[in-house]
């Protein structure tokens, strides 16, 4: 299946907080941006087909696959005049990655429905917002996608722990505190397998979720696929530094290429 990511945000929370200069999906992680983690999270599955729907910091976006260096996390031998011999995984040499420019304050669901015309007819794809890391199990995702029938479907996580719910039956005053993850609640996770359909309820200048998924699941054709592994968004610098202290530790859940076959 071809990847639609989304990489056109402002990402307003990462600036002001280290992440001037750079567009969202380009914060480091480890030796590779955040992009770059999502796409070898994809590849690891087999789909090697991305569409990049570029907004702001496209050109940042173009420069470094452009200019693409293997050997900044990869072992690596130079020999004379200059030839390089690359160790270990090359899943990344088979990527064919398209470049769509769709607009600077497009929203996600116009976003998508500019590049439609690079997916294949009548297709199933995969859709991400390329911010969020996880350990969730693709393989499976899609097929109960293709085993329901589906015309959609959405990972859906818990919230974060940090988060708290608070009842006030009286307002103003407090009748109890919950943590978020202890209450059945689930999140919408980020990771989308998507048939064609969704573009029938997809209205110009639409928004994925709220338009298009809901106009599915009022249908009854979207499912939620629940998963309580690894997930951790990269909405601001504090979490993109989180995650890069994970991958520093060796810590990285996200990182299902590196398990054993």
């Known amino acids: 299946m071809k990847v639609v990511l989304f990489c056109g945000g402002f990402g307003m929370r990462m600036r002001g907080d280290g992440g001037e200069g750079l567009p969202k999906p380009m914060q480091l992680v480890g030796p590779r941006p955040l992009l770059w983690h999502v796409m070898r999270y994809y590849a690891h599955y087999g789909h090697t087909e991305f569409i990049l729907c570029l907004g702001y910091g496209g050109q940042a976006i173009k420069e470094y696959f ?12 130079l020999s004379k005049g200059g030839t390089v011999e690359i160790f270990g995984d090359t899943t990344d040499l088979d990527w064919s990655v398209t470049f769509v420019d769709t607009g600077l304050t497009t929203p996600i669901g116009e976003r998508l429905r500019r590049v439609r015309h690079h997916l294949d007819e009548g297709e199933p794809f995969l859709a991400n917002y390329a911010d969020v890391l996880t350990d969730a199990p693709l393989d ?17 996580v818990p919230p974060p722990s940090s988060f708290h719910y608070v009842e006030c039956p009286t307002p103003p005053y407090v009748a109890e505190i919950h943590r978020a993850a202890d209450l059945p609640l689930r999140v919408n996770g980020g990771y989308f397998v998507l048939g064609p359909e969704v573009f029938d309820h997809l209205p110009e200048n639409g928004d994925l979720v709220e338009d298009a998924c809901a106009g599915l699941a009022a249908r009854g054709t979207l499912i939620a696929q629940q998963h309580d592994g690894f997930w951790m968004p990269a909405d601001t610098f504090k979490e993109r530094a ?6 520093a530790a060796g810590t990285r859940p996200w990182a299902v290429w590196e398990r054993p076959a």
Do not use: I
């Open 66 to 77: 452009r200019d693409y260096d293997r050997t900044a996390s990869a072992d690596f031998k």
């Open 140 to 156: 499976q995702m899609v097929a109960t996608f293709q085993e329901t029938g589906a015309s959609a479907s959405m990972m859906v």
């Open 242 to 247: 989180e995650l890069d202290a994970l991958w």
